[in-house]
């Protein structure tokens, strides 16, 4: 995951925190608030495939009840932890060309 503006340095120092500032091209990327729409993407995403999936497998097999448990369950986990941060590079990529990431004193 880089930086959405130049793409040389990376996005997040940490699993979800972002860089406050792009040590190429200087972008605020710390700017970004992107509260709840990277979760609220994330579970957009990882429910269409998750309940889907559970839909198809028991309208096709009909498995027991814990078969089920034991194929989504980890399986919405593993989702949503692999998913949560390319979300939220996204949406910070979009803010930026959004121009969301402006200071509010330089308006
Ligand atoms: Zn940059």
Do not use: N
């Not at 803010?95 to 402006?102: E, F, I, W």
């Amino acid at each position: 995951m880089v930086c959405p503006a130049c793409g040389q340095t990376k996005l997040f120092r940490g699993y979800l925190k972002v860089t406050p500032v792009c040590g190429h091209c200087g972008a605020p990327l710390g700017l970004a608030r992107a509260d709840d729409a990277p979760p609220y993407f994330t579970i957009v995403i990882v429910a269409h495939v998750i309940i889907g999936g559970m839909v198809w497998l028991e309208r096709s097999y009909a498995p027991a009840l814990w078969v089920q448990a034991a194929i989504w369950l980890p399986l919405t986990a593993a989702m949503t932890l692999l998913l949560l941060r390319p979300v939220k590079g996204a949406t910070v990529g979009l803010m930026l060309t959004l121009g969301m990431l402006k200071s509010g004193s330089d308006e």
